[in-house]
């Protein structure tokens, strides 16, 4: 029998995306099996090729794409002092009214993004779009962002000052940028100018490269180290159909929900984050794993862990799918998978942080993201509005609410790992299921959250079977993820006026998503609703007359 293509293969039958419900009307999540009977060959066209996707989103999403990348010139994390446009005709772009219009044209950007990817999950609910489409839709939406400049964010020139300073003889998990002045340094967030690095090993090794064949041409490196975390991106879409498969889900959906969501498209690729080599290694270290090659799949997520400590959530999920399939006791078996796990966990990260030539001052760092205080940290939110509460009857300082909130949220996140471990001491496909609950509700519950934060859990949770109204939750924070920061990185979390504009538009999204033209903008669509709720009334009556 010949096996399922990587991309297009159905779910595994049994599963429980097999009974997901839907809403009336809309199709269920199951891609439909191909037809028992042999069909004639027919020569394929390169269309067929790529999956044949519908060229309305595909088009769409590439325009929103070039438009993001255009404006993103103007409006995005520019350089302070850009050596291209400063003294050139197009220096106009960033300054005043052209970099308003720069900004105008990349939030408008966003909007068709977001069009272009509810058209594009129409058509995998209504089976008009199968894996391979989605894929190929995705793809092309991403290809201009590895050379768009940084938008929604500045974390690309901390990267490259911490890969410039063991470079310049600097220890970069104990200074911050400030202490090497220079093309990368002035280009750093002033947040981030005093901050040792909060990364690991593995991605000190990588900035480090990327900044030795930069140079101090820092316009090649930001496209370099975007190229430098696309194998990521390209580890994730290789792992995912697979284990999608193994985790009960529905490939088609899987993509649209991960690789095609405006987060991956501009914050994750577009903001060029390194959270990107993250979700790579996650997805492919469990693969691996539910294929039985335990020893490479500690050792990819160790590397993963190597990038972003957060990535160590899901070694001790990893060990208990190891430990199903040794032999002894339940006890016995966890304990000697345990062993084997820390052994090798120990020999790849010390050779990471050999190669790397540091030490283990980035322990210490990871303390610096819980100097952001926004509110999408859940811990931090509720110490904020506690703090508000209080505040109306007298006057108290706000920090030791938000630290007060942060322990208890420490203390809750504690409970829900140990519980999802426990519960997964069986092993299989279950145990990577809880290993993404445990990494989503990290990223919740930190004392700091940033947008691409959540890409850890979902790595693995879009693998799951998910019901159209997930997909709609999905859509409605998707496009709040993309925009509660503007388009230079700035913080936007506290500006009603912007967010409630954006929440109508999310909430109008994913009403969308099962219910094209829900404000009945299309010609005759008030009429065509008026003869369908009389003909439903109609149908009331005369149901009624009938009882009677």
């Given at each position: 029998m010949k096996p399922p293509s990587p991309v297009d293969g159905p779910t595994l039958p049994g599963t429980a995306a097999d009974s997901a419900a839907a809403p009336s009307g809309a199709p269920d999540l199951l891609d439909a099996p191909p037809p028992v009977g042999a069909a004639p060959a027919v020569r394929r066209s390169w269309r067929d090729r790529f999956g044949n996707p519908a060229r309305g989103p595909l088009l769409l999403g590439l325009a929103a794409s070039l438009m993001l990348v255009i404006g993103g010139f103007g409006a995005g994390g520019v350089l302070v002092h850009d050596p291209v446009l400063t003294n050139s005709p197009l220096g106009f772009w960033r300054y005043g009214h052209g970099r308003d219009i720069a900004g105008t044209l990349m939030y408008v950007g966003v909007g068709l993004m977001v069009w272009a990817w509810i058209r594009l999950g129409r058509d995998v609910l209504a089976h008009r779009a199968r894996g391979r489409a989605v894929l190929t839709t995705a793809a092309v939406w991403t290809l201009p962002m590895l050379f768009a400049p940084p938008v929604f964010t500045r974390d690309v020139f901390s990267y490259l000052a911490q890969g410039a300073l063991p470079l310049a003889g600097f220890d970069p998990y104990a200074v911050g940028p400030e202490e090497m002045p220079g093309v990368f340094t002035d280009n750093v967030h002033y947040f981030w100018q005093d901050t040792p690095a909060p990364y690991g090993p593995l991605f000190i090794l990588i900035a480090k490269a990327v900044a030795w064949i930069t140079g101090d041409t820092i316009i090649v490196g930001v496209v370099l180290m975007r190229l430098a975390l696309l194998p990521g991106l390209l580890l994730f879409i290789w792992a995912l159909p697979e284990l999608t498969r193994r985790l009960g889900g529905r490939v088609s959906v899987a993509l649209w929900i991960a690789v095609a969501n405006p987060v991956m498209v501009i914050?994750?690729?577009?903001?060029?984050?390194?959270?990107?080599?993250?979700?790579?290694?996650?997805?492919?270290?469990?693969?691996?794993?539910?294929?039985?090659?335990?020893?490479?799949?500690?050792?990819?997520?160790?590397?993963?862990?190597?990038?972003?400590?957060?990535?160590?959530?899901?070694?001790?999920?990893?060990?208990?799918?190891?430990?199903?399939?040794?032999?002894?006791?339940?006890?016995?078996?966890?304990?000697?998978?345990?062993?084997?796990?820390?052994?090798?966990?120990?020999?790849?990260?010390?050779?990471?942080?050999?190669?790397?030539?540091?030490?283990?001052?980035?322990?210490?760092?990871?303390?610096?993201?819980?100097?952001?205080?926004?509110?999408?940290?859940?811990?931090?939110?509720?110490?904020?509005f506690t703090h508000t509460l209080i505040s109306a009857i007298v006057n108290v300082p706000k920090q030791p609410f938000i630290n007060v909130a942060r322990v208890l949220g420490g203390i809750l996140l504690v409970y829900i790992a140990v519980r999802q471990w426990w519960a997964a001491r069986d092993g299989g496909p279950d145990a990577i299921r809880r290993a993404g609950i445990v990494l989503l509700a990290t990223a919740v519950l930190s004392p700091a959250m940033l947008p691409w934060y959540v890409s850890w859990g979902m790595a693995l949770l879009a693998a799951t079977a998910w019901s159209v109204l997930g997909m709609q939750i999905t859509v409605f924070v998707s496009v709040m993820l993309t925009i509660c920061y503007y388009t230079n990185g700035e913080d936007a979390l506290y500006n009603p006026p912007y967010l409630i504009g954006w929440a109508l538009i999310a909430v109008l999204a994913a009403v969308s998503l099962v219910r094209p033209d829900p404000l009945r903008l299309s010609a005759g669509a008030w009429q065509r609703a008026r003869q369908t709720g009389d003909a439903d009334s109609a149908a009331v009556d005369g149901a009624e007359r009938g009882a009677s």
């Amino acid at each position: 029998m010949k096996p399922p293509s990587p991309v297009d293969g159905p779910t595994l039958p049994g599963t429980a995306a097999d009974s997901a419900a839907a809403p009336s009307g809309a199709p269920d999540l199951l891609d439909a099996p191909p037809p028992v009977g042999a069909a004639p060959a027919v020569r394929r066209s390169w269309r067929d090729r790529f999956g044949n996707p519908a060229r309305g989103p595909l088009l769409l999403g590439l325009a929103a794409s070039l438009m993001l990348v255009i404006g993103g010139f103007g409006a995005g994390g520019v350089l302070v002092h850009d050596p291209v446009l400063t003294n050139s005709p197009l220096g106009f772009w960033r300054y005043g009214h052209g970099r308003d219009i720069a900004g105008t044209l990349m939030y408008v950007g966003v909007g068709l993004m977001v069009w272009a990817w509810i058209r594009l999950g129409r058509d995998v609910l209504a089976h008009r779009a199968r894996g391979r489409a989605v894929l190929t839709t995705a793809a092309v939406w991403t290809l201009p962002m590895l050379f768009a400049p940084p938008v929604f964010t500045r974390d690309v020139f901390s990267y490259l000052a911490q890969g410039a300073l063991p470079l310049a003889g600097f220890d970069p998990y104990a200074v911050g940028p400030e202490e090497m002045p220079g093309v990368f340094t002035d280009n750093v967030h002033y947040f981030w100018q005093d901050t040792p690095a909060p990364y690991g090993p593995l991605f000190i090794l990588i900035a480090k490269a990327v900044a030795w064949i930069t140079g101090d041409t820092i316009i090649v490196g930001v496209v370099l180290m975007r190229l430098a975390l696309l194998p990521g991106l390209l580890l994730f879409i290789w792992a995912l159909p697979e284990l999608t498969r193994r985790l009960g889900g529905r490939v088609s959906v899987a993509l649209w929900i991960a690789v095609a969501n405006p987060v991956m498209v501009i914050h994750m690729v577009g903001g060029g984050h390194n959270d990107l080599l993250v979700v790579g290694l996650l997805a492919a270290g469990s693969l691996v794993a539910l294929r039985g090659g335990h020893v490479a799949a500690i050792a990819i997520v160790t590397a993963a862990m190597a990038v972003k400590a957060s990535a160590a959530i899901a070694l001790p999920f990893l060990v208990l799918v190891w430990a199903a399939h040794m032999s002894g006791s339940q006890r016995a078996r966890i304990g000697k998978a345990i062993a084997a796990g820390t052994g090798i966990f120990l020999v790849v990260f010390a050779a990471c942080t050999v190669a790397a030539g540091v030490g283990l001052g980035w322990l210490p760092a990871l303390s610096a993201p819980s100097m952001i205080v926004n509110w999408m940290s859940l811990p931090t939110a509720v110490g904020e509005f506690t703090h508000t509460l209080i505040s109306a009857i007298v006057n108290v300082p706000k920090q030791p609410f938000i630290n007060v909130a942060r322990v208890l949220g420490g203390i809750l996140l504690v409970y829900i790992a140990v519980r999802q471990w426990w519960a997964a001491r069986d092993g299989g496909p279950d145990a990577i299921r809880r290993a993404g609950i445990v990494l989503l509700a990290t990223a919740v519950l930190s004392p700091a959250m940033l947008p691409w934060y959540v890409s850890w859990g979902m790595a693995l949770l879009a693998a799951t079977a998910w019901s159209v109204l997930g997909m709609q939750i999905t859509v409605f924070v998707s496009v709040m993820l993309t925009i509660c920061y503007y388009t230079n990185g700035e913080d936007a979390l506290y500006n009603p006026p912007y967010l409630i504009g954006w929440a109508l538009i999310a909430v109008l999204a994913a009403v969308s998503l099962v219910r094209p033209d829900p404000l009945r903008l299309s010609a005759g669509a008030w009429q065509r609703a008026r003869q369908t709720g009389d003909a439903d009334s109609a149908a009331v009556d005369g149901a009624e007359r009938g009882a009677s």
